[in-house]
């Protein structure tokens, strides 16, 4: 019996791989699968698990948070602020990089994307840490003393060194982002060429190359005939040696 994936039977499985029914029987797995499917369809729906839970007073950024402090915190629920973060840097990128988001093709770009604002809500969180601890410097203990004193060493914050290889990862996105439109541009204009222009070029092309062969052998007859029309016999008379040398 044949298998192959444009058979009956291979149909029939590469639905049921399709199927939430493939990951579980349980109706309610099956329901929640399907919502999550759904979300993920969504405009941001890649971008659910990206906001942290608010925990109100035990936040560790409530000091930062205005929302807080004007006693609107939702406790439980997601981070309005870093959900206005993701909207705001998600519509900026597809405007910059003109990218349709309900474009079938654009998903690597927005896998890319989600890549961008990931690290620009993960700065964003980089930024209140440094603006509630307020140092670039810390005293880091090393060790102690015979005194059961401690031994510090200043060093730069670790928020601050972790910003920093977000900054390059950033950077790096952005060059492939970049990249990739150049690349895409190339392709454009390589598959969108005027055949008939093409071919006028290429005609163009070997008539360029028929006259300068024919140039070339028009010289070359020319050198030849002058050299030929320029010779003449020179007369010479024999050395002889005199009897007795």
Known sequence: MSTGPKTEAGKLTVSQNLNPTAWTLNPDAVAAIDVAKRMRNTKHGLYASVPIICKGQACPYRENCFLYKADMAPVEEKCPIEIAAIEDLYDRYCEHFKIKPEDPRSTVDLIMIRELVDIGVTMLRC???MAIDAD????N????????EPITKSELHPV??????LRQSLFKTMQL???TRKDKEGTKITVEVDPSQRAAEMLKLK?????LEEQEDEAEKAYYARMNGSATVIEAQPIGFEEGE
């Open 127 to 129: 930024d209140n840490k």
């Open 136 to 139: 670039f410097i810390i005293q």
């Open 177 to 179: 982002m970049n990249s």
């Open 207 to 211: 008539t360029d190359v028929t006259f």
């Open 160 to 165: 601050v060194e972790y910003k920093e290889k």
């Open 141 to 148: 203990t090393i060790g102690m003393t015979e005194d059961s």
